[in-house]
T-cell receptor, first 112, second 113 residues
Framework: DAKTTQPPSMDCAEGRAANLPCNHS???????VYWYRQIHSQGPQYIIH???NNETNEMASLIITEDRKSSTLILPHATLRDTAVYYC?????????????FGQGTTLQVKP | GAGVSQSPSNKVTEKGKDVELRCDPI?????LYWYRQRLGQGLEFLIY????????KSGLPSDRFSAERTGESVSTLTIQRTQQEDSAVYLC???????????FGPGTRLLVL
């Protein structure tokens, strides 16, 4: 699976949009971009995933660049409960038994 | 619907003892994964089950670690002769199929004294 690069930490004001970047310059054509987050002392929580097109669900939006070498997770109105470590993972659906390879992620601190 | 559940939520044991951790996947999910997360670290893949196929054990760190799963139901992860370095959170995830999104349980926090 392709490696990803994320900033180690970010701050965001409560109520503002949080934009979390991820670089995946070596992504292959069949690899999806997945986002998970891990709130302190909990298991990872699935947020969203996509292949080429931008995606939106009740939690977040995922913007993938046209060349697919980077993406941005957007939390439109961050709350204090969104403080967590956010992981960007690229994953081939048929490869590596489907296991997820987690990097160090971005620690997002939402401040009042 | 019910998510992935794990038990116990916390386990304290003495070095050298055996421990057994349990994972109940989401009903109908054929794929099941175990991961380990040491304090302040990312997740490490341990083992993967898919239906009745032979499991992928490539992530197990030593022969003290083993896991079983009967069909598409409960899985148990066993650590024999525990060492202090085994202290970690052990996370289980399941997905409908291998290619699908994985959903995680809350984890079992293991402390080996």
């Amino acid at each position: 699976d392709a490696k990803t690069t994320q900033p180690p930490s970010m701050d965001c004001a409560e109520g503002r949009a949080a934009n979390l970047p991820c670089n995946h310059s070596t992504i292959s054509g069949n690899e999806y971009v997945y986002w998970y987050r891990q709130i302190h002392s909990q298991g990872p929580q699935y947020i969203i995933h996509g292949l080429k097109n931008n995606e939106t669900n009740e939690m977040a939006s995922l913007i993938i660049t046209e060349d697919r070498k980077s993406s941005t997770l957007i939390l439109p109105h961050a709350t204090l409960r969104d403080t967590a470590v956010y992981y960007c993972i690229v994953r081939a659906p048929q490869g590596n038994t489907g296991k997820l390879i987690f990097g160090q992620g971005t620690t997002l601190q939402v401040k009042p | 619907g019910a998510g992935v559940s794990q038990s116990p939520s916390n386990k304290v044991t003495e070095k050298g003892k055996d421990v057994e951790l349990r994972c109940d996947p989401i009903s109908g999910h054929t794929a099941l994964y175990w991961y380990r997360q040491r304090l302040g670290q990312g997740l490490e893949f341990l083992i993967y089950f898919q239906g009745n196929s032979a499991p992928d054990k490539s992530g197990l760190p030593s022969d003290r670690f083993s896991a079983e799963r009967t069909g598409e139901s409960v899985s148990t992860l066993t650590i024999q002769r525990t060492q202090q370095e085994d202290s970690a959170v052990y996370l289980c995830a399941s997905s409908l199929f291998r290619e699908e999104t994985q959903y995680f349980g809350p984890g079992t926090r293991l402390l080996v004294l």
